[in-house]
């Protein structure tokens, strides 16, 4: 667990030090799969930026924050997995914090989908 931008996991994912999955990025967020899956789809959708929580958020982080969860319903459609009727859809999650199940401090955003059941979170 690291709480230092210098060490962050997410942040050498983001720069491409470490190697992953990636289904989407661009020059603000990066997503990509979850290295243990807790469900068939499982994305990570992460600001570029260091944040280490949805605790350390500020009014001025309401955009970022705002076109992060708009990306994870646009990244739901693209694989497949969006809300469109009857049994569909996908749950969006933010752990945040030892409380919350938080193990990697960068704030990301979990996108879940599939058959049941799941893997257990945290
Ligand atoms: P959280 O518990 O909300 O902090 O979620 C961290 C998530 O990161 C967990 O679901 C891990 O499986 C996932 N994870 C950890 N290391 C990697 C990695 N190198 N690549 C992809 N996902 C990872
Ligand atoms: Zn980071």
């Not at 500020?58 to 009727?85: C, N, W």
């Not at 914090?97 to 955003?109: F, K, N, S, T, W």
Request: proline share 6%; net charge negative; charged share 20%.
């Amino acid at each position: 667990m690291s709480h230092d931008r210098s060490t962050c996991l997410f942040c050498k994912i983001a720069d491409g030090e470490i190697p992953s999955t990636r289904v989407y990025e661009d020059d603000e967020f990066v997503a990509f799969r979850d290295i243990r899956p807790a469900a068939e789809t499982h994305v990570l959708v992460i600001p570029r930026q260091h944040i280490a929580t949805l605790a350390d958020c500020a009014e001025s982080d309401a955009p970022l924050l705002g076109r992060m969860l708009v990306l994870v319903g646009r990244i739901a459609k693209d694989l497949g997995v969006s809300y469109t009727g009857g049994d569909t859809g996908y749950r969006t999650v933010v752990n945040t914090g030892p409380g919350g199940g938080q193990e990697v401090y960068h704030l990301h955003a979990h996108l879940l989908a599939g058959p049941r059941p799941w893997q257990r979170m945290g």
